[in-house]
């Protein structure tokens, strides 16, 4: 701790190298954090999620619906709880926000979906309301909508018989998360099937998916196997696999979300490696004299050495935590503002506890090798400049 | 008197390349306890070379030299180090300075290695810059200061660790007449009144006169001695 006012006045040495280097640590370390959030979000799915539920989808496509009429013969396969069925509704609110919005069977989806928490009564105005929908709370707080309200959405699917593309719902209830982590996603809505399947102009009967509720979870993969065997060689093929995958497969239509973060992350580093190293072997360069001097006074080899490594650690935990401050900050902010898609991304502990296991890696990599040169300088050649 | 250097039969020959260079060829000396000895001679003549050896910077390529009572050319690289910074001193023609510390914290240096407390080594240096006489540029850093201020602190670093000895090399080199009669001045005076044993490398008689003797070394071999 002694040496730590002396390494910190050689850190800034060079006001505007040190400044720039730390400017460019910031700026990685935002990256890191901001891309390894979305990036866990989206190849880990939603770990919370148990394995209690398969989801059945279309073998070709879950945007390729299914009839509902399968329902009864995926309830009778062994294992079997329950089963609800949702289609996806694409429901824009006001101008152009898009709403996560889904027409489901009421009582359905009450059985499968027990994390939902409502009042009885809601539940039931949601099942006897033919223009009834439930809103989740974050939604409803971020729009103010209350029970009562009469909600107007516009399909960009769906049109009603007579060709309209708007619909109005009516506010019957506001659903909670059981917990924490359920309580981050009430950012969608679901509209009664019934009134959506009676008024839609096309595809009546139909489905995107059907989620099951397993009676014993170790029987998943028997009973997502018997499902898609039923429906085998038949119109109606099917694709049946855990709510998990389901959701990380949905997410990987987008791209391989891990691998681009990866691979954008590997160019950043590198980049950063280049230029830190670069920073840090200059500024010892230019100390070599120095740092003679500092032997010539007694300091050994190996104080030496720690004092470059020190410098260097300094140098990334600056850029680094305040990059990740920064990202910390981003991500709440991005969750403010569209909290449908990025409340559930968060820069959490591991995050935090990876980004400055990778600042401590990062120090000793730039650091090492001017500090090992440091350490093994001869007085008297570095005196003589030789 | 005892001795506080001697060397005996040190040969240094440095490799340059393929090249052996030989620098100085079995010298032997002795130089007394508050002794101030001037080493003078011609360019290549060895005289840095054994100002290393004697400072402990630098390893003889045969002989034996003890300082202070020790045998340095048996210390391992770890041990010289703590040696240097528990006995000697050093001065150099060109100060070096830390320039992004204040006088202050330059005088505080050689502290660090020691167990004195963060009050005890500040209380350390505002003496031992008081001593060289620059108590009021305590705050400055060296870019402030002219260069004989900068070769007071350099002093004051030298001596804040009560070493025996004083190791410099050519420290009037880069100063005007006048500053220079003021740093080889204090130097008499710490020889004087505090009895620290200098050895002073310079090419200036003037400089040399100030000293109690004067060895003259030339081609690597001791040439003569002169007392004061």
Request: charged content about 20%.
């Given at each position: ?12 040495r060079k006001?505007?190298r040190?400044?720039?280097t ?251 490696i280049i230029l830190t190293g670069n920073t840090m072997a200059q500024a010892v360069r230019e100390r070599i004299?120095?740092m ?16 470059v490594v020190?410098e260097a650690?300094?140098l ?47 120090a000793l990599a730039v650091g090492l090798p001017p500090a090992l040169r440091a350490?093994r300088l ?9 | ?228």
């Amino acid at each position: 701790m002694k040496y730590l006012s002396f390494i910190w006045a050689t850190l800034w040495r060079k006001k505007t190298r040190a400044a720039f280097t730390i400017l460019s640590l910031i700026c990685a370390f935002m990256l890191f954090g901001l891309l390894q959030a979305i990036g866990t979000f989206f190849t880990a799915g939603a770990d919370f999620v148990g394995a209690s539920r398969l989801i059945v989808q279309s073998r070709v496509s879950f945007t390729d619906s299914l009839p509902v009429r399968l329902m009864p013969q995926i309830e009778r396969v062994p294992g079997v709880k329950a089963v609800s069925h949702d289609q996806w509704f694409g429901g824009i609110y006001g101008e152009n926000t898009q709403a996560i919005a889904f027409a489901s069977d009421p009582v359905r989806l009450r059985k499968v979906y027990p994390e939902w928490v409502m009042t009885d009564a809601e539940w039931e105005a949601f099942a006897n309301t033919r223009t009834g929908a439930i809103v989740g709370r974050k939604l409803a707080d971020q729009y103010g909508w209350k029970l009562g309200d009469k909600l107007p959405l516009k399909s960009n699917i769906f049109p009603q018989k007579d060709g309209s593309m708007a619909w109005t719902f009516d506010i019957v209830g506001i659903f909670d998360g059981k917990d924490e982590n359920w309580q981050n996603q009430t950012t969608s809505l679901y509209i009664n099937w019934n009134y959506f399947d009676e008024a839609n102009q096309f595809g009546p009967g139909t489905a995107g998916v059907f989620a099951v509720e397993l009676e014993d979870v170790n029987q998943a993969d028997e009973v997502a196997a018997a499902i898609d065997q039923l429906f085998l060689n038949s119109p109606d093929e099917t694709k049946t696999q855990s709510e998990k995958d389901f959701n990380k497969g949905f997410f990987a239509q987008i791209g391989d979300i891990g691998l681009i973060v990866r691979l954008i992350l590997i160019a950043v580093f590198f980049t950063i490696i280049i230029l830190t190293g670069n920073t840090m072997a200059q500024a010892v360069r230019e100390r070599i004299p120095e740092m003679a001097v500092l032997k010539t006074l007694g300091f050994s080899n190996g104080t030496v050495t720690m004092m470059v490594v020190v410098e260097a650690v300094l140098l990334c935990l600056i850029g680094g935590l305040l990059g990740m401050l920064f990202a910390t900050l981003a991500i709440k902010g991005l969750g403010q503002a569209a909290p449908g898609f990025f409340s559930a991304v968060r820069a959490d502990g591991m995050l935090w506890v990876q980004a400055i296991g990778l600042m401590l890696a990062l120090a000793l990599a730039v650091g090492l090798p001017p500090a090992l040169r440091a350490g093994r300088l001869k007085i008297v050649d570095a005196l003589a400049a030789r | 008197m005892s001795a506080m250097v001697e060397v005996r039969n040190v040969v240094k020959t440095y490799e340059r390349g393929k090249q052996k260079v030989p620098v100085l060829n079995g010298l032997s000396l002795s130089i007394d306890k508050g002794d101030f000895v001037a080493l003078m001679g011609p360019s290549g003549s060895g005289k840095t070379t054994l100002l290393n050896l004697i400072g402990g910077l630098d390893q003889p390529t045969s002989g034996e030299i003890s300082v202070a009572d020790t045998r340095i050319d048996q210390l391992s690289s770890g041990a010289l180090a703590n040696w240097r910074a528990a006995n000697v001193g050093f001065v150099f023609q060109f100060y070096n300075l830390m320039p992004v510390l204040t006088a202050q914290k330059n005088v505080e240096l050689p502290l660090l290695l020691t167990n004195l407390s963060a009050a005890q080594r500040r209380q350390n240096a505002e003496v031992a810059l008081k001593l060289v006489g620059l108590a009021d540029r305590a705050g400055h850093k060296p870019k402030e200061l002219s260069g004989g201020q900068e070769q007071r602190v350099a002093i004051a670093r030298a001596i804040v660790s009560d070493p025996q000895i004083l190791v410099c090399d050519e420290p009037t080199g880069d100063l005007d007449r006048k500053t220079a009669d003021e740093i080889l001045t204090l130097l008499q005076q710490l020889n004087k009144d505090f009895g620290k044993t200098i050895v002073m490398v310079t090419h200036d008689p003037k400089a040399a006169e100030y000293a109690t003797h004067t060895l003259h070394l030339d081609k690597g071999s001791l040439a003569e001695q002169a007392a004061a």
